[in-house]
């Protein structure tokens, strides 16, 4: 299960870099069509946030997977806030 938890840590990093490249200057065609799929990045972290939720319960909550809860949810909150206007 300590396989799970590092897969799903390394989904949240993933998660998040997707989500901050963006905000930055970078001009690179990749980093700007990071900006359009703002909706399936919400879905993607709004699953992980529900698996984290799984792993925390199944098998302790331990602090990596909280720091993982926590962007994981900073990430739903962001793209909610891009997607609701």
């Given amino acids: 299960m300590v396989t799970l938890q590092w897969i799903w840590l390394g989904a949240i990093v993933v998660l998040v870099s997707m989500t901050l490249l963006p905000l ?21 972290a709004c699953l992980l946030l529900a698996g984290g939720g799984v792993l925390g319960l199944a098998h302790g909550f331990t602090l990596p997977l909280a720091i993982g809860l926590l962007a994981c949810l900073g990430a739903v909150v962001f793209h909610a806030w891009w997607i609701l206007p």
């Fill in 24 to 44: 930055s200057r970078i001009t690179v065609w990749w980093v700007r069509g990071l900006d359009f799929p703002r909706l399936q990045l919400a879905g993607l």
